[in-house]
């Protein structure tokens, strides 16, 4: 199973099998991972999930929905794995507790956090009540957000709220993509994808340091260099 577009349930599996399935699943569709149940039955009485995937192109959205767990993203993933991506989270119920980068941070409905697949992590999943617990995920490859974001990597675990500023209204625009999936085709969804990619980076802008490693500081102002001369190639005025 690659990153593409389908819909997957655990009731459709053997009540035994539906842990490993599940963690198949997230590894396949995210990065490689390691899934815990943490509610007070065992996983022998099976696991309750389902996901849903659009490829987008730059960027896959997804959505999934679990019941009480935990997902680490450990060492021995990191080591194993072949791509490097970062994971923005959206949290759209229940709600959840994100470790990485030393920070510690819930999660309430509507916020978002970026985590960077090249560290460690532990996601804790809080479903509300009987409901289960969903997260939208938009999955980036780490070269297309770092040329929008350069010092992306320096908010790792940061808290997004979704309530105020350009974070919400990015929440929105996220969850509406998501709701609108199917009528995205062709250059619509890439198009689509590119202006997320677009507000992604601006919102991570509003959270940005004062102070970010310097080699992070001069790639983003190679990359501004390029921009402007590539932009420019034509022009009669700028000359050598």
Known sequence: MTVSNYLLDTNNINVRQQLDFWVDAVCRTYTGMTVHKTGME???NGFAGKMAVKDMGQISISSARAERSRVDRTRANISNSTEDIFLLYLQAR???QLRQANQD???QQGDLALCDGTR???LNLLPEAANQHEMIVVKIP???LVTLAP??????GIKMDGNTGVSAILSNLILNAWKHRD???GNFEAQ?????LDFIALSLNEYMPQQIPGSTIQAGHLLQVKQFINNRLTDPELSI
């Open 120 to 122: 460690p992590s532990e």
């Open 42 to 44: 065992s996983a022998g």
């Open 142 to 144: 780490t070269p297309h």
């Open 105 to 107: 941070i819930f999660l």
């Open 192 to 196: 689509v994808a590119g202006k997320l």
């Open 183 to 185: 009528e995205l085709t």
């Open 151 to 156: 010092g992306a990597r320096a908010l790792a």
């Open 94 to 96: 229940g709600q959840s």
